[in-house]
C-alpha cells in the first residue's frame, strides 16, 4: 500500500480548505439544475399514465414501460457515454446530453404513436445517465479535492427536489394543459438548463484516458469492484423495500389518503436533508458516513417492517430511512473518487450502472418477497443487504482528499 493511502477512518479534510471562485459554485449549481431537469422528465410519465394511455390508446400498464425503458437504459448508457467520447471537451459533452434530453420530450410531446414515445424516451435514458455518470468527474474539476463532498450534494440535491416535485408538478400541469403541454415544459425547463451551463461551465478536458479498455481496467480494479459490490447491495437492498412502500403503507392502522400523501412528502424532505447532510460529512468524515447512511436505512427498514403498523412510528422509521438514503450518492460519489481519482469518468460511469443494475435486481427480489412471504419479509431483507453492503464498503481503504 503506498505512502498516500490511508484507512478510511483516517481520512479528514484540511481544516481551513482554501476559497473557491463564486463562479465555479455557479458552475456546480448548473450542473445540479441539469440533474434536477432530467430526473424530473424520468419521473413524468408516473403522473399522466392515464392521460397518455386513453391519447394514445393503450393500457396503463404499458404506457408505464415509458419509465422503465428510462430505467433499464441507464445501465448501458452511463459507461457508454463515458466510453465512446474520449476526447470531446466535457462541457460540450453535457451540453449535448441536456440536449438530448430537450430533444426527448419534445418528441414524446408530438409523437403521434407510443412506438416513438418508446423510443424518445431511451434517448431521455442515455441523457440522465451519462450526464449522472459524467457528472463526479466533471465536478471534480471544478472545486478542489477537499470540497468534492460538498459540491456533489448541491448536484444531487437536483435528485431530490424532483423527487418532491414531479410528480404533483406533472399531475397539476397536466390537469390544466394536458400531458402533451407538460412535457413541452420539461422541454422548455431544458433549454434554461442548456442555457445555465453554457454560460457557467468552463473548459473542461477528459481526465484520464476514457474507453472501453480503461473502463474494463477500472471494473477489474479490487477496491472498485468492492464498492461496486457494495452499491448494489446497498442500492438494491433500498429498493427491495422502497419499491413496495404501497403495500407497506396500508399495514398502516389509520392511515388515510391524505395521512399516505403526508408521509410519501416526509420521505422526500428527509431525502433532502440526507442529501445536505451528505456533503460536509463525506468531505471531513467519510467513514462515519459510509456506515451511518446504510446503517440508517437498515436499522429504519426492519424497524418499519416490525412496528409500521403504528403510525406515529411509521413517520420516524420513514424519516429515518429517506435521511439515510439521502446521504447515498453524495457518499459514493466521494468515495468512489477517493479510491479512483485518476479515472473518475469511467468509476463514475460504472456507479451509475451499479445503481440501474440494483434498482433492477432490488425490485425483482422484492416483488417475489412479497408474493410469496409478505412485504415484511421485503423490507428485512433489504435492510440486511443495506447493512452488508455497508460492511463490503467500509472494509476497503481509500485516499486522503489532500
Same mark, same amino acid.
Do not use: C, K
Given at each position: 500500500?503506498?505512502? @498516500?493511502?490511508?484507512? %478510511?477512518?483516517?481520512?479528514?479534510?484540511?481544516?481551513?480548505?482554501?476559497?473557491? /471562485? !463564486?463562479?465555479?459554485?455557479?458552475?456546480?449549481?448548473?450542473?445540479?439544475?441539469?440533474? +434536477? %431537469?432530467?430526473?424530473?422528465?424520468?419521473?413524468?410519465?408516473?403522473?399522466? *399514465?392515464?392521460?397518455?394511455?386513453?391519447?394514445?390508446?393503450?393500457?396503463?400498464? =404499458?404506457?408505464?414501460?415509458?419509465?422503465?425503458?428510462?430505467?433499464?437504459?441507464?445501465?448501458?448508457?452511463?459507461?457508454?457515454?463515458?466510453?465512446?467520447?474520449?476526447?470531446? @471537451?466535457?462541457?460540450?459533452?453535457?451540453?449535448?446530453?441536456?440536449?438530448?434530453?430537450?430533444?426527448?420530450?419534445? #418528441?414524446?410531446?408530438?409523437?403521434?404513436?407510443?412506438?416513438?414515445?418508446?423510443?424518445?424516451? #431511451?434517448?431521455?435514458?442515455?441523457?440522465?445517465?451519462?450526464?449522472?455518470?459524467?457528472?463526479?468527474?466533471?465536478?471534480?474539476?471544478?472545486?478542489?479535492?477537499?470540497?468534492?463532498?460538498?459540491?456533489?450534494?448541491?448536484? @444531487?440535491?437536483?435528485?431530490?427536489?424532483?423527487?418532491?416535485?414531479?410528480?404533483?408538478?406533472?399531475?397539476?400541469?397536466?390537469?390544466?394543459?394536458?400531458?402533451?403541454?407538460?412535457?413541452?415544459?420539461?422541454?422548455?425547463?431544458?433549454?434554461?438548463?442548456?442555457?445555465?451551463?453554457?454560460?457557467? *461551465?468552463?473548459?473542461?478536458? !477528459?481526465?484520464?484516458?476514457?474507453?472501453?479498455?480503461?473502463?474494463?481496467?477500472?471494473?477489474?480494479?479490487?477496491?472498485?469492484?468492492?464498492?461496486? *459490490?457494495?452499491?448494489? #447491495?446497498?442500492?438494491?437492498?433500498?429498493?427491495?423495500? +422502497?419499491?413496495? *412502500?404501497?403495500?407497506?403503507?396500508?399495514?398502516?392502522?389509520?392511515?388515510?389518503?391524505?395521512?399516505?400523501?403526508?408521509?410519501?412528502?416526509?420521505?422526500?424532505?428527509?431525502?433532502?436533508?440526507?442529501?445536505?447532510?451528505?456533503? !460536509?460529512?463525506?468531505? /471531513? /468524515?467519510?467513514?462515519?458516513?459510509?456506515?451511518?447512511?446504510?446503517?440508517?436505512?437498515?436499522?429504519?427498514?426492519?424497524?418499519?417492517?416490525?412496528?409500521?403498523? @403504528?403510525?406515529?412510528?411509521?413517520?420516524?422509521?420513514?424519516?429515518?430511512?429517506?435521511?439515510?438514503?439521502?446521504?447515498?450518492?453524495?457518499?459514493?460519489?466521494?468515495?468512489?473518487?477517493?479510491?479512483?481519482?485518476?479515472?473518475?469518468?469511467?468509476?463514475?460511469?460504472?456507479?451509475?450502472?451499479?445503481?440501474?443494475?440494483?434498482? =433492477?435486481?432490488?425490485?425483482?427480489?422484492?416483488?417475489?418477497?412479497?408474493?410469496?412471504?409478505?412485504?415484511?419479509?421485503?423490507?428485512?431483507?433489504?435492510?440486511?443487504?443495506?447493512?452488508?453492503?455497508?460492511?463490503?464498503?467500509?472494509?476497503?481503504?481509500?485516499?486522503?482528499?489532500?
Amino acid at each position: 500500500m503506498s505512502t @498516500n493511502t490511508l484507512s %478510511t477512518a483516517a481520512v479528514t479534510a484540511p481544516e481551513t480548505p482554501a476559497p473557491i /471562485r !463564486p463562479t465555479a459554485w455557479l458552475a456546480v449549481v448548473s450542473l445540479g439544475l441539469g440533474i +434536477f %431537469t432530467l430526473v424530473a422528465s424520468e419521473f413524468l410519465p408516473a403522473s399522466l *399514465l392515464s392521460p397518455i394511455a386513453a391519447d394514445v390508446g393503450i393500457t396503463e400498464g =404499458t404506457a408505464g414501460q415509458l419509465v422503465t425503458a428510462t430505467s433499464l437504459i441507464g445501465i448501458i448508457g452511463g459507461p457508454l457515454v463515458v466510453s465512446a467520447l474520449p476526447r470531446v @471537451n466535457r462541457r460540450w459533452v453535457m451540453a449535448g446530453l441536456t440536449t438530448l434530453a430537450i430533444a426527448s420530450n419534445v #418528441l414524446v410531446a408530438l409523437a403521434p404513436v407510443f412506438g416513438l414515445m418508446l423510443a424518445s424516451r #431511451l434517448l431521455l435514458g442515455i441523457a440522465i445517465s451519462g450526464f449522472w455518470a459524467m457528472s463526479l468527474a466533471v465536478t471534480a474539476q471544478i472545486v478542489p479535492a477537499d470540497h468534492l463532498g460538498r459540491a456533489m450534494t448541491i448536484v @444531487n440535491a437536483g435528485v431530490s427536489l424532483a423527487t418532491i416535485a414531479a410528480v404533483p408538478a406533472g399531475a397539476y400541469f397536466g390537469e390544466l394543459l394536458g400531458w402533451r403541454a407538460v412535457f413541452l415544459l420539461a422541454a422548455g425547463a431544458g433549454v434554461v438548463t442548456l442555457a445555465a451551463q453554457l454560460a457557467t *461551465l468552463p473548459s473542461i478536458p !477528459p481526465t484520464g484516458a476514457p474507453g472501453f479498455r480503461t473502463l474494463v481496467q477500472t471494473a477489474r480494479t479490487p477496491v472498485v469492484a468492492l464498492g461496486i *459490490l457494495a452499491i448494489v #447491495l446497498i442500492a438494491g437492498g433500498h429498493f427491495m423495500g +422502497f419499491t413496495y *412502500l404501497r403495500p407497506a403503507f396500508e399495514t398502516i392502522e389509520g392511515l388515510t389518503p391524505a395521512l399516505l400523501a403526508i408521509l410519501l412528502v416526509v420521505y422526500g424532505v428527509a431525502s433532502f436533508v440526507g442529501n445536505l447532510v451528505a456533503g !460536509p460529512l463525506a468531505d /471531513r /468524515r467519510l467513514q462515519v458516513l459510509v456506515i451511518g447512511a446504510p446503517v440508517a436505512i437498515g436499522v429504519s427498514t426492519v424497524l418499519f417492517a416490525l412496528v409500521g403498523t @403504528n403510525l406515529t412510528l411509521a413517520f420516524v422509521t420513514v424519516f429515518v430511512w429517506g435521511v439515510g438514503f439521502g446521504a447515498v450518492p453524495t457518499m459514493v460519489q466521494t468515495w468512489i473518487a477517493r479510491v479512483a481519482p485518476e479515472r473518475l469518468e469511467s468509476a463514475g460511469g460504472l456507479v451509475v450502472a451499479a445503481f440501474q443494475i440494483a434498482i =433492477t435486481i432490488g425490485a425483482a427480489v422484492g416483488g417475489l418477497l412479497v408474493d410469496s412471504v409478505g412485504v415484511q419479509t421485503a423490507l428485512i431483507g433489504g435492510g440486511i443487504a443495506v447493512v452488508l453492503g455497508a460492511g463490503v464498503l467500509s472494509s476497503a481503504r481509500v485516499r486522503s482528499p489532500r
